[in-house]
């Protein structure tokens, strides 16, 4: 079985600062890891994901995550937060041969302007 | 660029009564998802649907849930005898290919039901 846990269901940072948004899995095999971001009224957007190879993931919008198996983690950061990354942000596992997405249960991020 | 829809984007309805919420996937893809989120909760994988038929579904999928493809272009999630704890927002999703390493499952903006 894979799970996710979202650190912090509210994350308000001001504009300018570091993002910084926590994800910690669990999974019995090699996990694929995705940030997915909602805004609203609209449907989930993928921003980037893990699969294998580089441990470091470039996304859209100047987001990036790094794969850290040994602290089974796949954190999100942006170095310099934005009004538009306003929005809420989910992480999700899956795995090879897996057609299903695990979800945490989000955290919405707030900037301060 | 495409986007999946869904329809309606508020169901408000009586326990007990039936309900369908609809999606249109986007149109080249071949797999498609139901997902909820109960306020508060996780997002969680109710089913997918491939080739006309379930190819995978979640604990929660009873008996009271149904999918069907009833045409060439809309994707339907019947909940048959609704239920208090039904009340969450509904995600419908589709893909290319269906595995979710290799490829990209985009979701609608959800449908909020609402059971009283």
Known sequence: AQSVTQLGSHVSVSEGALVLLRCNYSSSVPPYLFWYVQYPNQGLQLLLKYTTGATLVKGINGFEAEFKKSETSFHLTKPSAHMSDAA????????????????????RLTIIP | EPEVT?????????????VILRCVPISNHLYFYWYRQI?????????????????EK???????????RPDGSNFTLKIRSTKLEDSAMYFCASSEVGQAG???????????????
């Open chain 2, 39 to 55: 306020l508060g909760q996780k997002v969680e994988f109710l089913v997918s649907f491939y080739n006309n038929e379930i190819s």
């Open chain 2, 6 to 18: 869904q329809t309606p984007s508020h169901q408000v309805t009586q326990m007990g009564q039936e």
């Open chain 1, 88 to 107: 809420e942000y989910f992480c999700a596992v899956s795995a090879f041969g897996n057609e299903k997405l695990t979800f945490g249960t989000g955290t």
């Open chain 2, 102 to 116: 290799t490829d990209t499952q985009y979701f609608g903006p959800g449908t909020r039901l609402t059971v009283l």
């Open chain 2, 58 to 68: 979640s604990e929660i999928f009873d008996d009271q849930f149904s999918v069907e």
